[in-house]
């Protein structure tokens, strides 16, 4: 779906999120969310927090899980992932604190198997994820799992590709103080989700976008074997849309 511009493509968004949650409070349900990072979800979690303060959407049935996090990074730090979604949403809505997971990136190196295990299995305890939301890297990964991550990937450590590192350097003082790694959902764990949806805004997402819309499936491009999903959209602007 191709939007004039990311505030109302965010929007749309939003309130597709919000009709899931309160179509889950009307049945009782839990609302499963998978949530991303970067700049791209900022606008929809302005949304988000705008329809929590004047339309009295609640998160108190919501169930959320991060997709990544840098490594090693301290929870405080200002680039940590888990900064960035207590700045930008969980602060600012009624989410119990308890129903938020986001990956650990104080955790010691010995204990990240373990961990992305244990995190694979609350997912699947709570009946998996109802609908994921994903940015897109230049090179097409999705979360932090960079060009040559297998379909079958589950949860681990990823070397970051230098361009990646290289394109969220802004976040940090200097090159040399972004992460060279990081721990990530797998493409596995991302194609169990029930529904999907990538959001992209800006030029610079043109080209990955249709190649990721239009090319052949292939772990060159990440985001590109979202193609094997039965219920995935790409939400973008016009500006990202100019290559297809
Ligand atoms: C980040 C995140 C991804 C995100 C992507 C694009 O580093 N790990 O989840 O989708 O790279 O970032 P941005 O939205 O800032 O363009």
New binding site residues.
Partial sequence: RIYPDLYQGSQAVAQEIAALIRDKQKKKQKCVLGL???????ALYAELVRMHREEKLSFKNVISFN??EYYPISKNERQS?NRFMKYHLFDHVDIDPKNIHIPDGEVAKDDIKAQAAAYEKKIAAVGGIDLQI?????NG????NEPGSSVLSKMRLIA?DNS?RI??AYEFSSMAEVPRL?I?MGISNILQAKKIVL????G??AKVIQQSVEEDVTERIPASLLQNHDDVTFVIDESAGVEL
């Avoid at 959001?199 to 800006?202: E, K, N």
């Fill in positions: 991303a990072t970067g700049s791209t979800p900022k997709l990544d992932y994903l940015g897109i890297g230049k990964h999705i979360g932090f970051l990646t394109a969220n990081a990530t959001l992209a805004w800006g610079s997402k």
